[in-house]
Every structure is written in structure tokens, then in C-alpha cells.
């Protein structure tokens, strides 16, 4: 039998707790067996949206046969990674997806690419709505703002070049290049202009472990605090992978790794390629709770904030008026790199940012001025970037 010859770092014990994961449910630390089956068609690493997508889809193709046998090993309690502490859009950002491809690819690979987003975001709403699944799931309208000018600038002749070039992607973005138009419609403080489009708010883990218990539901089995150690450098002579964890060894013919940023743990030949980004998140509601919390604008309902090149805030509005935003850039930038760069300890904040949510509110939105507020969640996550 093949050998596995390195043992991975696996994601830390204890992560920071996200406002998503609140609500817990059965599947927090889920074993569909006391004992690790032993022999699998396939096993799946990873309980986030991408392992749970690929346990749906296993689960969906199968028909009236039976569906290969598969296992969802999770190393620590389900969706615990990214999918359970992310900003909670869904958002295709049309031009930022342009100007980061345009330029490498060319205009059509990168119209290309934004209408595929486009068109993601559609089938996670149909998903959504075929198979009833109580995710929050919300159709807002979305804006970038432009807090910097040259930024603004650049935003005005992206649109002109998308408008020239007559891609359709174009007709999806309002621009509002009037800094009052702007600051008015997004209630954002000194906007410099804004664009707006068409996006929506879920709430990720409930999406992603809903399609788990669909998964489950048709055999598919789930093993959480189970973290696969390594993975035999080749199959062994029967086709099988050799997959070690603590619960002892697995074997499969097809393994998928929906690993995310703690993909070269595993697979060391990614390192380099897939780097762990340790991002920040917080939930933030307003104190006086016996009066509904200002809206932020009376369309805008989730947004991305540019400060400067590389320094955003997201943000999205919940059902109930409260606040999930991320990012933070603008302090964890200037901090140090090896607070967020290569690094997939979610069990720890970001020093820089600890502060940074306290008063955003209050700084950012016209209509929360005078209202007081307070960060009751602050988290990170590990992004694959
Ligand atoms: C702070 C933050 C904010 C974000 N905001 C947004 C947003 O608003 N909108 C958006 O679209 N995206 C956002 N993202 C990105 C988005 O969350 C991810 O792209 C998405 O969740 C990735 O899903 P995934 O299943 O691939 O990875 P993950 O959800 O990270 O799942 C990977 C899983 O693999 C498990 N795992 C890893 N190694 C092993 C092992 N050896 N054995 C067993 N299990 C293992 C992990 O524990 C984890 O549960 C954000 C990410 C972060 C961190």
C-alpha cells in the first residue's frame, strides 16, 4: 500500500465564534457512525458551501440507483470554516471581477467571467427556492462606494469602457458619479460616487448545511472532529486512496478536497499557489432594541466600501435591521503581514482590528449618527486565496 508521508497542519481547535453559527443545530458535531466506515466510493474534506455542494450534487445524480457511497469527513464542528463565517453575500461584483481580468485575460474572458457570476448567483436562487431552504436568503440592491477619488475615477471609465465595448454586463450597473447622488443613495459619509447592481444576502451556513441534510438523507454520511491527516502520495494497487485521520485509516477511489485555505496542508505542492488569508468579520446591532435600527439607506441594503486600493469594508443589512460587516482593511493593512498573511489560526482576531467596528456606524451612515450600537460578535475566518 502506498504510504502517506506528511502529516498536515489541520484547522486550529477552538475557532472564534461567529454570529452565523449561533443557532447551532444536530449537525454541530454530527457522526453518522461510531466508527469510521472503512472502504468509500468517495470522501469529501471539507463541510463548507464547496463539500456540502459536491455531497448535494452526489447525492442528486444518482436517480433511482443507489448513489455512491460517500463520506463528508469535517475536522472540527460542520461548516466551521469560511462558510460559517463569512460576510454573507452574494454578490456578483461585475466590475471588480472586470478590472481585476480585463487586464489579464482580455475584455471577453472578463465579461466572460462577471456573467458567469451573474449567472451563479441565479442558480443559488433557484436552488434556494426549489428546495425550500431557510437560509435568509434576501434580494437586495448592492452598491460599491467610493470613498477616494482616483477610485471613483478609475470606477467612472471602467463603466465607459463596458458601455463602448457594448458588453452586456453594462446594463446591469447603475453609476451615481455625483458625490450627493451618491452619498444620498448608498447613506454613506462622504461617498465620492457609487455604483449599484443587483445582488442578495443569505445566511451561508444554514445554505450549506441544508444541503447536507439533503445529502444525508439519500446515504451520504458525515463525520465531523474526524480531520484527514494526509492523503497516500498514489492510489494503492486495488484504486484506492489511503486517507489517515485519529479515527484511523479510509480508503477511496475518488477523494475531493474542499479544503479551501487549508488546502496545502494536505496537498503541499499548493503551497504558494493557495495562500490562507485570515479575514475579520463582526455583527453589529443597535442598543436601543425597543426601537428598529435605522436603515442605512432606504434602497441600498448590502455594500462594499473602498476606502483605497486594497481597503474595503462589506457589509450587509439582516432581516431584523442589524449589521454584518468584514474587512477592516483599512486597520489590518498597516499592521503587521503576518497577521493575516499565511495564516490559518481562526482561533485568534486580528490585533490591528480588534477596535476597528466600535463606532463604524456612527462614522460611516447618516442615519445611525446618533444611534448607539455595539459589536456583540467579532470573528475571523481563513479565506483560499
Ligand atoms: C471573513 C470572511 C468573509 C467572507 N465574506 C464572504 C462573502 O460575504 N461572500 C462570499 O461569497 N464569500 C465570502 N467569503 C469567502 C467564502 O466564505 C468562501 O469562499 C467559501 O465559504 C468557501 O467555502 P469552502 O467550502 O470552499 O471552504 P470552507 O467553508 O473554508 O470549508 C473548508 C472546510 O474544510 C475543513 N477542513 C480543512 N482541512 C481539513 C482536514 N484536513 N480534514 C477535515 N476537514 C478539513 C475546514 O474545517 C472547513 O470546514 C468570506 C470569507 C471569510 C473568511
Known sequence: MASCTTVGVTPVAGPTFSYWRKDGGHLENFRSTSDLPRVQDIVIIGSGLTGAACAYYISQTAGSSSIPTTTVLEAREVCSGATGRNGGHLRPEALASFSKFSETLGLDSANEIALFEVANAEAVKELVQTEGIDCDYTQVESANVYLDGSLASAAKSQIGELARSGYDIVGKIQFHENPHEAEDVTGVLGAKAAATFPAASIWPYKLAVHLLKIAMSKGVQLQTHTPAQCISSTPNDNGYWVISTPRGDMMAKTV???????????????????????????????????????????????????????????????????????????AVRPGPRDDWYNVIDDSQLIPAAVNYYDGFMQRTFATWENEPSEVDYLWTGIMGV
Not at 474542499?258 to 446591532?285: D, F, K, M, W
Not at 439607506?297 to 460587516?325: A, F, N, W
Open 256 to 330: 475531493i478536497f474542499a479544503t479551501n485555505g487549508y488546502t496545502p496542508n494536505l496537498l503541499p505542492e499548493y503551497a504558494g499557489t493557495i495562500i490562507p488569508v485570515r479575514g475579520i468579520c463582526s455583527h453589529i446591532q443597535a442598543v436601543n432594541t425597543s426601537n428598529p435600527a435605522p436603515v442605512i439607506s432606504e434602497t441600498i441594503k448590502t455594500m462594499g466600501i473602498k476606502h483605497s486600493p486594497g481597503c474595503q469594508d462589506y457589509l450587509i443589512t439582516r432581516p431584523d435591521g442589524s449589521i454584518v460587516v468584514g474587512g477592516a482593511w483599512k
